[in-house]
């Protein structure tokens, strides 16, 4: 008896509950173009791989372990470690420095969570479901949007459960429509860096591969940023790198949202970077997928 149900047991159980299109034969040359499948088709597909994703998480609840715990674990160790001595220099103290690196943890988490959609792709790979994938009549593109979607899910998860956790270290939200727009903005961007992983879950070997490159893409890009200190005492080289870092931006932009402050500039400039990447990324993904898979 298997503890877990392998990924083909819940893609047949998907497809049974929203069928694909029968009209098109199964391995077909019309399904190398996803032009030729409807909108509403793709549309439906979507919704078919959507169910499969949720149900290997149902099934698999274990996956959920890090959006479930990284914020609870992260949220506890930089407000009690780092809070008094940051929260002086800010000119308070821990309870200054709950209000500064709350709505930073947000921005963390969009691009944490992010790196999860390359390694399930990966695996994806790996077991051979995507074999299956190849074999229906299904837009390919339909796929990725799929898994996008999931981690989404995944992500306003983890952010609820940050949430929770900030009101009981004493974080005050005192814009409640601010909360819901960082939200918003923190899933777009998350969406845009979630291109970037998929590219990775493509063209690298293993869900291993996937993880040490994610590492090395965010551990500079998270630390290197004003989500959990102010810029002010960085080195000038250091500062300048900051300057650029669409996590700063996006963080000081949750900042004015969410407890008061300026918010235009931080707003459109975390903005501009997500259409960037996606724009770049988000073609670059689904033409690596269409050629490996």
């Known amino acids: 008896m298997s503890a877990h149900p392998s990924p083909t047991t819940t893609l047949n159980e998907a497809l049974r509950a929203a069928p694909l299109d029968a009209t098109t ?4 040359p019309g399904l190398k173009a996803d032009a030729r499948i409807p909108l509403r088709s793709h549309l439906r597909h979507t919704g078919a791989l959507v169910r499969r994703n949720l149900l290997w998480i149902r099934q698999d609840p274990e996956s959920m372990f890090d959006a479930l715990l990284m ?89 609820a459960v940050l949430m929770v956790v900030a009101v009981l270290v ?41 993880q040490a490159m994610g590492f090395l893409v965010l551990f500079p890009l998270q630390f290197g940023s004003s989500i959990f200190a102010p810029t002010d005492s960085m080195p000038g080289w250091l500062r300048n790198f900051t300057n650029y870092n669409p996590l700063s931006t996006l963080a000081d932009a949750a900042r004015g949202l969410m407890t008061g402050g300026p918010v235009a500039h931080d707003l459109w400039v975390t903005l501009a970077w997500s259409v960037a990447i996606t724009a770049v990324m988000a073609p670059v993904a689904i033409h690596k997928f269409r050629t490996k898979s």
């Open 170 to 210: 004493g974080f005050h939200i005192t814009h409640w429509g601010g909360l819901f727009a960082t939200m918003g903005l923190s899933a777009v961007f998350a969406s845009s860096i979630m291109w970037v992983f998929l590219t990775l879950g493509v063209v690298l070997k293993n869900a291993q591969s996937v």
């Open 25 to 28: 034969p199964l391995g077909s």
């Open 71 to 159: 914020p609870i674990v992260f949220t506890l160790l930089f407000v009690y470690v780092f809070g008094g001595s940051i929260g002086q220099a800010l000119g308070g103290g821990q309870e200054r420095y709950v209000q500064y690196v709350i709505p930073g943890m947000l921005a963390m988490m969009s691009m944490t969570l992010s790196q999860g959609v390359g390694t399930g792709f990966s695996q994806d790979f790996n077991s051979g479901v995507m074999d299956r994938f190849r074999s229906l009549p299904i837009g390919r593109g339909s796929v990725l949007f799929a898994k996008v979607a999931v981690e989404l899910a995944r992500m306003l998860f983890a952010t």
